[in-house]
């Protein structure tokens, strides 16, 4: 007979609440009654656990980058480079757009009180491995001459910086998401723009696509 799994303690209790109340009310539910309430114990736990809310704040954001980095390392890979670059930024978005609220907080651009060393997200140990995620992937199409050797931190911020402005677009519900029209030309693009081949950026894109979609 198997053991049951181990329950997860308050601490994760907590952090577990929180998430839910963000993505379910957004940043304003992040407060400790509303967080303790979904538990059942009292308003001292938050500060017994995490110091305050602002240390409450910066676990969520911590736990946010980790499952980031967890996602998108899940999918199944795929042995083109630059195909499996881009079915990374499938997974991105994925991740995004299913948790719009906890993305927005990562990266800063929804309000709630945090300490101010967790201005520098990815400084952290867990946004260091999330980013670390995206500039593998960047380093392997070089090192594959899929694209021409070049920094490749600078072209991993150039990547994230287009996928993070769409995702926040469609997050704000400013556009809406069109995988061929915008995102795959966007894509394919920005590839070209840091050297690939467009013939050969396009049928990795269908690769990545075609790798998505069996793996839902």
Do not use: C
Request: hydrophobic share 45%; aromatic share 6%; charged share 20%.
């Amino acid at each position: 007979m198997e053991k049951s799994s181990t329950p997860p303690g308050p601490r994760q209790r907590l952090l577990d609440a929180a998430l839910r109340l963000l993505e379910a009310e957004g940043p304003q539910a992040l407060q400790a009654r509303r967080v303790t309430a979904e538990i059942g114990v009292s308003t001292m736990a938050v500060y017994t656990h995490f110091g305050g809310m602002p240390g409450l704040v910066d676990a969520i954001v911590r736990e946010g980058l980790t499952r980031f980095a967890a996602h998108v390392r899940a999918r199944p890979p795929v042995a083109e480079p630059l195909a499996d670059l881009f079915a990374g930024g499938l997974a991105f978005g994925e991740f995004a757009l299913t948790n719009p609220r906890l993305y927005s907080l990562m990266f800063g651009l929804v309000g709630a009180p945090r300490p101010p060393a967790a201005s520098e997200t990815f400084t952290t140990a867990e946004g260091m491995d999330a980013l670390s995620v995206l500039l593998g992937s960047v380093e392997r199409v070089i090192e594959a001459g899929e694209l021409p050797d070049q920094d490749a931190r600078a072209a991993a911020t150039q990547i994230l910086s287009v996928t993070h402005g769409y995702l926040m677009l469609l997050i704000g519900g400013f556009v809406e998401e069109e995988l061929r029209d915008v995102m795959g030309p966007m894509a394919i693009n920005l590839m070209v723009g840091l050297g690939a081949d467009r013939a050969r950026a396009e049928r990795a894109l269908v690769t990545a696509v075609a790798s998505r979609v069996d793996a839902g």
